[in-house]
């Protein structure tokens, strides 16, 4: 018997599902939808019979102080609309149920003979709603096409079986005779997106074999080389030049960024404090005497793309495993996350085909992060959010993990005889081809094309799979770790016995559902699986420890001493390729970079008295607004380890700079998290905009406390096209800056990630072929450390009376401000960094701030001093009496507006008491420090310009409105 | 005497069990973090212990509500050792979903005298979704009216962080109501004029008549130490900042019961 048990709020109670598609609907304008009401139900097949139905329903499913319930065989035959007209959504078969995941075994253990369950969500409209209208509702409100179908009317479904019998057939590719253009379309059709030379490559070292690749080989190949994996361009040769400089780079990444951390780790000699860099999952530096410290952070951009909430859920669960793959496994102590989204005011016509609303994108990709991480026990510490038009069909979603290892477990060794284990979640047919699939550009066609690289993650199996890790890792009983995330077992198992070589039995692997082909268990991207190498003698006791927890695992084959790559399915032979030729045989990728410095234009500044209105613009632009709507729905305290959580001040609502965090709670020894970025200025330079990102990390951190001197950083570069010698170009510039000012600072870049293609191309309405490339978008995420959190300082107001000073020099920095962005001007000088000065006034504000001195600190970033002065003041609930004449004398700056609201780097605003002033004189002798004013009990922020004429006036609580206002959605 | 063992009962999806281990230990029990499956193969192992916490996470993925699979659990395999324990002089906490458990589970709001809840007899108070619709994580001002909890001895008030969707109390009848406030079962009640999820009546916890068990939504274990308030910078002349934080008083009461 096939049930639908179906669950509604109590006619008085609240409907929220409800009346979040009716605000939905109102905000597309679809003025015929009225009314909506929603249940959500599960179709139960097994020997059931009604009352059974009933009872399950009523104990263990519906909450009846809250809920009605309501029980029917299924196929269902009514068809009357009195209640108005209903859309069943249902989860594509084969895409992660998870409700249904743990209902099904519940209902067992209940002692209900159940065979199968599946969630669905219900609702019904008015009946006189309008049939377009509904139709736009189930395409774009309630559902999405990717991983969802929707049902109209009375469900008339009969069976919830999946799956199908798989009949074994090897598969070859008769790639030996094919032409050039052959090869270009198999490629292309493929979806293995490898270029010519690549392809050709590949044919040769078959011919060489006297024989055809089998399908398996030639994704194998196109997975290992694909730019996700392989980072070919950025590890490519490149000839760069630009207005000055001619380069040659045999491998860009080694000789800039990795130069750089190389460079560092020379210096500091025996005082190096980098453990495992640019080599594992995630990037490993000193902590303390026992422990280590880890992090990485990566992009799922175009799943986010197709399916947000899918995307990002994935995009965090897959982030969070590279730390737990490190070594032999670190435990995850936070959480970052920084997107980038077009404005959420964009009109719904003005959408190109196939792109959701960034509305939509960003309610998604925010709960997506928000149920992985919170049910991951993970606290979401720190995060940023930008907003540009040019990130309308290609949202980026970064998300960080940090993770503690203890000291010496920091590397691994497989060994030939040793077992390949599977364990954790089942191999399904969901993200076939994500590897290939992100490496490529995205259309409107992505949908359809590559629906299958959209997955639902399920954190509670990477939950428990981490629990069993950390505890095996302690117990010793496994030698080697990784995550299987883009390119599945193929990538993990391919990585693992690069030295050693490695035979498959690919019909062991667990499979969600019967009817996956050998390849498809192969390049399967399920998650929330690890890949372990294990010994013989300590395989018992490894899966006596998982069985005890509940979470799956099993042996797939044997790490050998052959050096290839062997796969059976059943026995036979459907793969057999030398590690040599899948790791080293890959054509090097050959580029032209070209950078052209647009041409100078000057910023005429516009006429002003007053600049209240400026500020309160800039306060209420999208990327400085506050972020709370987001940062409440992540769970910052779990683990308990928060000291400086990223709301911060007098009612806990002012935008802290960094985050600080206690990893051990036995110790007082904290991290700190913070990240830099801004797009804007790449428009105007990429190598001052990474500069400056780099700078902005580095403050963050210093401002709330962080030793200058044990700051890593990591670089995540999301470009366009970087086949275009111009769009490569900016980035080899922005390479060039991470390499200079990171050996400048003494921060080492400790990993990284590049993800390329970031461009949407779609046919508009007169049939012509458009394409939208992001903005160059370098994310840098730095991880600090700092000796005694007690020492940490938050950036609100403490005290009236107290004295203001800037730190750091302000130069006529206008271009690229928020200043210039919400008044519409263009050109300007872009901020640049004094490489010579700004690591010693890191140091001055570090050790100020560990003496006690420093009473409340705030970087200035978007907004410049103007805003960083609201942003303190409201925070602190106090105001401020700021006079600019000395900070004016001291840069050489007449104008006003350039002191106000310059973006100049490397500059803070730090909070002292009277008694405390002369010590920070002292201090800061030699280095850039300007007296502004005084913190004040009445709450106004008061600005007095260089004529002593007023030029700011208004209330806190103004500000803090204006500032709260454009993100306060419910 | 000797230090009261404390059971830290996780399940799949349970995160707060290694912080909550931790405070107990620090005040001077002796926790285990055991996993259900284990309590599932060994019931008997229940009996060793003083002190039963069910800590917060999402226990099976709060996949059909928070709570609900570990609370059936505990009720049809593990209702005989609950029992027993439940009416011997013994502890236990529901922190955020360990009290969603007590509640779907019904060993709250009656504790022993109404264990085990017979099927047949509806639940008439259950923990369901934030007014506001999502989860919140944010710092909660609470007073503790008078009432019999153990744990609560010598708090009048507290605050802490709250962290969860499915937090808000709802009854089935204002009876229910009547009858814990003359039990005296109301252990927590935010601010009236600062509810953050709708709660009914206000109400953060619930204890059973005894005060032997009790459950609440925000996370005591996160306020273990000064520096985890989120004014701890503002405040450094009157609240040492490498001093401890209010929430360790709950967890000492525990174990002091035992001294």
Not at chain 2, 75 to 93: M, Q, Y
Not at chain 2, 223 to 229: E, N, R
Request: glycine share 10%.
């Amino acid at each position: 018997m096939l049930w639908e048990v179906e669950i509604q709020t109590r006619p008085e109670g609240l409907d929220r599902e409800a009346q979040g598609v009716l605000s939905q609907c109102q905000a597309l304008g679809l003025s015929s939808i009225r009314n909506v009401r929603s249940a959500r139900s599960f179709l139960v097949q097994g020997d059931v019979d009604r009352s059974q139905a009933e009872r399950l329903g009523r104990g263990l499913l519906a909450d009846l102080v809250v809920e009605t319930l309501q029980v029917r065989p299924l196929p269902s035959t009514g068809t009357s609309t009195a209640d108005g007209q209903l859309f069943n959504v249902l989860l594509k078969p084969g895409v992660t149920d998870n409700v249904a995941a743990t209902v099904l075994p519940a209902l067992r253990d209940a002692g209900y003979s159940v065979d199968a369950v599946r969630s669905c969500q219900k609702y019904w409209f008015n009946v006189d709603a309008d049939p377009a209208e509904l139709k736009r509702v189930s395409s774009k409100v309630i559902a999405n096409d990717a991983i969802q179908q929707v049902l109209p009317g009375a469900l008339s479904i009969t069976s919830l079986d999946v799956g199908s019998d798989y009949g074994f057939r090897k598969i070859t590719v008769p790639m030996a005779a094919m032409t050039d253009a052959d090869l270009t379309r198999l490629s292309k059709e493929g979806q293995l997106y490898l270029s010519l030379r690549e392809m050709q490559t590949i044919q040769s070292y078959f011919r060489e074999q006297g024989r055809d690749p089998t399908d398996a080989e030639l994704e194998t190949v196109a997975q290992t080389w694909s730019e996700h994996c392989s980072h070919k361009t950025l590890r490519g040769r490149v000839h760069y030049r630009d207005e000055a400089r001619d380069i040659q780079f045999e491998n860009l990444l080694k000789e800039t960024v990795f130069a750089a951390t190389a460079e560092i780790r020379e210096r500091l000699g025996a005082d190096d404090w980098c453990v495992s860099v640019f080599r594992d999952n995630a990037g490993v530096v000193r902590f303390d005497e026992t422990q280590n410290v880890c992090m990485k952070v990566e992009t799922h951009n175009h799943p986010s793309a197709l399916e947000p909430y899918g995307g990002a859920n994935t995009g965090l669960g897959g982030v969070i495993r590279d730390p737990l793959g490190t070594g032999l496994g670190a435990r995850p102590i936070c959480n970052t996350d920084v997107f980038c989204f077009a404005p959420p005011d964009v009109a719904d016509k003005d959408l190109p085909p196939g792109v959701l609303h960034p509305r939509v994108v960003t309610r998604g990709v925010v709960s997506g992060v928000r149920d992985y991480g919170n049910r991951m026990g993970i606290p979401t510490v720190n995060g940023a959010v930008f907003f540009d038009e040019r990130y309308l069909g290609n949202p980026l979603v970064y998300c960080g993990n940090v993770a503690m290892i203890p000291v010496g477990m920091e590397s691994k060794h497989v060994s030939p005889g040793e077992y390949i284990v599977a364990v954790g979640g089942r191999t399904g047919r969901d993200g076939i081809h994500g590897a290939t699939f992100s490496s490529a550009e995205l259309t409107q066609e992505s949908e359809t094309l590559s629906g299958g690289a959209v997955q639902i993650g399920n954190a509670i199996t990477e939950k428990m799979v981490l629990d069993v890790i950390l505890q095996a890792r302690d117990l010793g009983l496994f030698t080697a770790i990784t995550d299987c995330g883009a390119g599945g077992f193929s990538s993990a198992v391919g990585e693992m016995g690069e030295e050693t070589g490695a035979e498959v039995w690919l019909e062991r692997a667990p499979l969600k559902y019967d009817g996956l082909s050998y390849t498809e268990i192969w390049i399967s991207e399920a998650q929330e699986r690890m890949v372990l190498s294990v010994t013989e003698d300590k395989m018992a006791e490894f899966e006596q420890l998982c069985q005890a927890e509940g979470v799956e695992a099993t042996i797939i084959g044997k790490f050998t001493d052959t050096k290839r790559l062997v796969l059976k399915y059943q026995g036979q032979e459907v793969g057999n390729v030398a590690m040599e030729f899948l790791h080293e045989g890959r054509p090097p990728v050959v580029r032209n970079a070209e950078y052209a410095p647009p041409a100078d234009v000057t910023l005429s500044l516009p006429a002003r008295n007053r600049c209240d209105d400026d500020l309160l613009r800039i306060l209420g632009s999208l990327n400085v607004c506050s972020k709370e709507w987001i940062i409440r729905q992540y769970d910052f305290e779990v683990q308990a380890g928060s000291v400086v959580k990223p709301l911060v001040g007098a009612k806990n609502d002012g935008p802290s700079d960094a985050a600080v965090i206690r990893p051990n709670l036995d110790s007082s020894r904290g991290l700190v998290v913070a990240n830099g970025m801004n797009p804007r200025f790449g428009d105007f330079d990429p190598y001052w905009m990474a500069a400056s990102a780099i700078d902005e990390a580095v403050r963050n951190c210093v401002a709330v406390g962080a030793d200058p001197s044990r700051i890593a950083i990591l670089d995540n570069f999301c470009w366009g096209n970087t086949e275009r010698p111009e769009t490569l170009g900016s980035l080899v510039r922005a390479a060039l800056a991470c390499r200079d000012v990171a050996v400048a600072y003494g921060t080492p870049f400790i990993s990284g990630k590049d993800s390329l293609n970031n461009e949407f191309s779609y046919q508009d309405a007169a049939g012509h072929r458009r394409t939208v490339a992001i903005p160059a978008s370098l994310l840098v995420s730095a991880l600090g450390q700092i000796p005694n959190v007690t020492d940490a300082v938050t950036m609100d107001f403490k005290d009236a009376g107290n004295l203001l000073f800037l730190v750091g020099q302000t130069h006529d920095e206008l271009g690229g401000s928020h200043f210039a962005l919400v008044n519409g001007l263009a050109g300007g000088r872009v901020p640049r960094v004094d490489l010579g000065k700004a690591p010693r006034i890191f140091a001055a504000v570090s050790q100020a701030i560990s003496a006690g001195l420093i009473r409340s600190c705030h970087d200035l970033s978007e907004g410049g001093l103007a805003a960083a002065l609201a942003e303190m003041a409201f925070a602190g609930d106090l105001g401020a009496e700021i006079d600019l004449r000395v900070m004016g004398a001291r840069c050489g700056l007449e104008e006003d507006l350039t002191l106000l609201f310059s973006e100049s780097n490397t500059r803070f605003v730090i909070e002292v008491t009277q008694a405390a002033a002369a010590r920070v004189r002292e201090l800061f002798a030699g280095l850039p420090l300007a007296e502004l004013g005084t913190v004040s009990a009445l709450p106004r922020l008061v600005v007095r310009g260089m004529t002593n004429a007023t030029r700011i006036d208004v209330g806190i609580a103004d500000l803090k409105n204006a500032w709260k206002a454009p993100l306060d959605w419910n | 005497m000797a230090a009261p063992r404390v059971l830290v009962l996780r399940a799949p999806g349970t995160n707060c069990d290694v912080e909550t281990a931790w405070i107990f230990d620090r005040c001077g029990g002796q926790a285990d973090r055991v996993h259900l499956y284990r309590l599932l193969e060994s019931p008997e192992l229940l009996r060793d212990y003083q002190i039963l916490c069910i800590p917060g996470g999402f226990s099976y993925g709060d996949d059909v509500g928070a709570g609900v699979i570990f609370g059936a659990q505990l009720r049809s395999h593990l209702a005989d050792v609950i029992g027993e324990f439940l009416t011997e002089d013994k502890l236990a906490l529901g922190i955020c979903n360990g009290f969603q458990v007590l509640m779907k589970s019904r060993i709250l709001p009656g504790g022993g005298e109404a264990w085990p809840p017979k099927a047949e007899e509806p639940a008439d108070a259950t923990l369901t979704w934030n007014v506001n619709g999502r989860y919140t994580c944010r710092w909660v001002k609470m007073t503790v009216p008078e009432n019999p909890s153990v744990f609560l001895r010598g708090i009048t008030e507290i605050e802490l962080p709250m962290a969860h969707a499915e937090g808000r109390i709802a009854v089935a009848s204002d009876e229910v109501l009547a009858r814990w406030r003359t039990r005296r079962q109301i252990a927590l009640a935010y601010d009236p004029n600062d509810n953050p999820n709708g709660s009914v009546a206000h109400i953060a916890g619930l204890c059973d008549p005894t005060g032997r068990v009790l459950g609440l939504m925000p996370h005591p274990e996160r306020f273990i130490q000064a520096t985890q308030h989120p004014q701890w910078t503002r405040r450094r002349e009157t609240h040492d900042p490498a001093g401890e934080g209010a929430g360790v008083k709950l967890f000492r009461n525990a174990v002091e019961y035992f001294g």
